[in-house]
């Protein structure tokens, strides 16, 4: 139990254009998503909580015009990277906050963007 | 605020030696603390658990026990295996904060036969 998918797995996108990345939680159902980023051999840096029905709230020094999330639904949260660019290129993940009652995250296999 | 140290990687070990991955977390309040795995090219997995001071969270082989004293939560195996080569990484999760995750920057280890 407790699986979290990512679609798609990697991506390659030209600059200026935009590339959306979904997360879902298969068999629970998710008011809290969260969406890291993680450069290589890099630890994991928080971007922003994803909660369900609302406003998602972004870590400070993340663009949010530019790094989009969506939460419409309890088992399926969005990530947009708008007019990306080469720096935009790393690993995305989400998790996905376990059922009620238990304080664990569980982390999808990750996305891999590269800004061509 | 709250913030997790791990020590630096890579740690290299032959087959069968003693693991040792250190792990000391500055948090206030009571904080849950976790190690996560990340095997080449999968998504992280969390590995174990403790909750409160003096807990014991046990795994596969892998312990860490939630020293409150010490503010450490440092990984333990006795005897590694090839497939024990992964990314380790300690978090926190303090329970005023909305579920949110502080990693440390992650260890590498590499197990050889």
């Known amino acids: 139990g407790a699986v979290v998918s990512q679609h798609p797995s990697w991506v390659i996108c030209k600059s200026g254009t935009s590339v959306k990345i979904e997360c879902r939680s298969l068999d629970f159902q998710a008011t809290t998503m969260f969406w890291y980023r993680q450069f290589p051999k890099q630890s994991l840096m928080l971007m922003a909580t994803s909660n369900e029905g609302s406003k998602a709230t972004y870590e400070q020094g993340v663009e949010k015009d530019k790094f989009l999330i969506n939460h419409a639904s309890l088992t399926l949260s969005t990530l947009t990277v708008t007019s990306a660019h080469p720096e935009d290129s790393s690993f995305y993940i989400c998790?996905?906050?376990?059922?009620?009652?238990?304080?664990?995250?569980?982390f999808g296999p990750g996305t891999r963007l590269t800004v061509t | 605020g709250n913030s997790v140290t791990q020590m630096e990687g890579p740690v290299t070990l032959s087959e069968e030696a003693f693991l040792t991955i250190n792990c000391t977390y500055t948090?206030?309040?009571?904080?849950?603390l976790f190690w996560y795995v990340q095997y080449p090219g999968e998504g992280l997995q969390l590995l174990l658990k403790a909750t409160k001071a003096d807990d014991k969270g046990s795994n596969k082989g892998f312990e860490a026990t939630y020293r409150k004293e010490t503010t450490s939560f440092h990984l333990e195996k006795g005897s590694v295996q090839v497939s024990d080569s992964a990314v380790y990484f300690c978090?926190?999760?303090?329970?005023?904060?909305?579920?949110?995750?502080?990693f440390g920057q992650g260890t590498e280890l590499s197990v050889k036969p």
């Open positions: 978090a926190l999760s303090n329970g005023n904060q909305g579920g949110k995750l502080i």
């Open positions: 948090a206030t309040g009571y904080p849950s």
């Open positions: 998790s996905a906050r376990g059922p009620v009652g238990k304080d664990e995250q569980y």
